[in-house]
Every structure is written in structure tokens, then in C-alpha cells.
């Protein structure tokens, strides 16, 4: 779905619900359904137990997509505690497999870009309920309680798998996006969460683009525009958008949150941004509420004649 002001225009597609929408063939049938210009398969091992996403079924997506004029991108794995920054090495090269297999997947299905997620570092000891809410967000309490040493430990573990990830999927035709992970959780630390994180991401791994989570950068205090003018809209390939009370990771439909998408929509009007707005939700109603949303934005825009064409 393009949702048309006299240029520009905003690029809707939908992030699959993996455990709603296990078939991808029924979810992009779904997607084209809703009017949708964009879909973002999510790819993991138990989705794939023959390996048949990696080969003839993943071709045979790619060429339906394209005969939909649907857009693609693949989300790399993150179940069975799938992390990039694991210090355990058996974990580490689980995770690393998994990942060459979504890249494979990729490349079938003729993805613009694979998105993937750094890492984390669960928490040894609790956080005393004392310090919480102490004018500190989760994520800042989670990384002191970690300390400093830990917390450049897992950087640099992180640092070296993207890295050595986005050259695999370079060599393969595949950009790798990396994604900005939530905050809102006191017994794990995650990288990358804040603007900050991905000055430093670049710092070590030069120019790569980066896939924004509207829900996600809400644990981090910043709304949504402010988030994106820091790291830069130029480097943003594309969105998660879900909303949040700012509580927790919830994936509401647009609207039902406090996250100002609305405000992010105008500026993406005014200022031209290209980027796929993917919704990420977790039931076929929420995805109707969240496409009923959009419209009623572009209804609202005033003077210009706003419509939906596919």
C-alpha cells in the first residue's frame, strides 16, 4: 500500500507474525490482500526444517512477490536465545549458522535487505526494586548493574560478529541492516538501544544502514523523530512501527500506545523519507487497525488530495 499525498508518499508493508502467520506463502497472500507495498519474512530453523526456504520455495516466494509488485526483506533468526554477542561459543556458532541461513534465504527470495539483531548479556543478580523508577530508564540501570568491563566485553563481541555477518551477506549480494533493540527490560542489557549505541557501531564498523523500531526506541525516552535525526535518516533502510505505553515491548496496534507515530508520519511527508513504514503486530486485527490508522492520517492531511493506490 502507497499512500499518496503528491509526492512524497508513504511506503506501508507488514513484518510477519511468526507464530500467526507461520507460512509465508499465506502471509504474503495476506500482505497483498491488505494493499500492502512491503513484506518482511521473518526466517527461523523451525520454520524451515527442510531447508526448502533456503532453495526452491524461497525462489518461488521471491518470484510471486515480484509478480505482486510486493517488495522484500528478511528478519534474522532470534529464537532459542539466538544472540551475536553470546560469550558461549557453541551458542555463538549456532547463532552464526542460523544467521547464513536467513542470508541464504534472502538471496532467494531477492531481498532488499536482511535485518538482524547485535546481542545481549543476561543479568547475573537482580536489580534491587528499590532503584528502580529512580529517575533511570531500565537499560541504563541494567548496564550499570553489568559494569563497564562487561558491557565493552560484549560490544566487541558484537562488534566482530556483525562485521564478519555483513561481509557474508556482501559478498552475497545482501545488505545487512541492524536493528535498534528495546530497552525496557531490567534483567538483560541489549546493544544497540540508543542513538549513542550506533555512533559507536559505526565507529567500529563504518557506514552500514540500520532498521528503526518505533516501539523499541520508545524504551529509550526519545520519540520517534528525535530517535531518527540522531542516527540520521539517510541511514535508516527501513521500520518496525508498532506502539507501546512506554511499560514494555507490547506491539499494539498504532494508536492504542502513547508513541507519537503521527508526528514521525508528517516529517516523513515533509521531509521525503523513503524508508518501507512496516508494521510489526501480532494479530491479522491488529494489522487492520494499524492499515486503518494510516489511512485515517492521509484523510487528515490537509489541502492536498490524499489516496491509496497499489
Known sequence: MILHRSPPCLTIGAVQ?????????????????????WVEFKYEVRLD???????????????LAQ????????HAPYDDGINLGASDSELLQETKKRVKYSIE???RVNAQYLTIHGGFLRLEEKICDSRKG?????????RQQVGARALAELKAR?????????EYGEKRGIKVALENLQGFSYDRVRFPVTPLDFTECREALGKFPIVFDVGHAHSTGLEPTEFINRVGPENVRGTHIHDNDGSDDLHLPLG??????????KDY?????GFPLNIEVRSVEHFEESRRYFQEFVKAQPSQEAKMVR
Open 17 to 37: 507474525e511468526k507464530w500467526v502467520f507461520p507460512d509465508h506463502a499465506a502471509f504474503l497472500a495476506q500482505v497483498v490482500s491488505w494493499g500492502f507495498d
Open 256 to 265: 492504542r500506545g502513547n508513541i507519537r507515530v503521527d508526528a514521525m508520519l
Open 269 to 273: 511527508v515533509e521531509y521525503g523519507w
Open 105 to 107: 534465504f534472502a538471496q
Open 49 to 63: 526444517p527442510d531447508g526448502m526456504l533456503r532453495s526452491n520455495l524461497g525462489a518461488h516466494l521471491g518470484k
Open 158 to 166: 558484537i562488534f566482530e560478529e556483525v562485521g564478519r555477518i555483513m
Open 67 to 74: 509478480k505482486c509488485n510486493i517488495r522484500v526483506s528478511v
Open 134 to 142: 529512580k529517575g533511570h530508564l531500565p537499560y541504563e540501570l541494567a
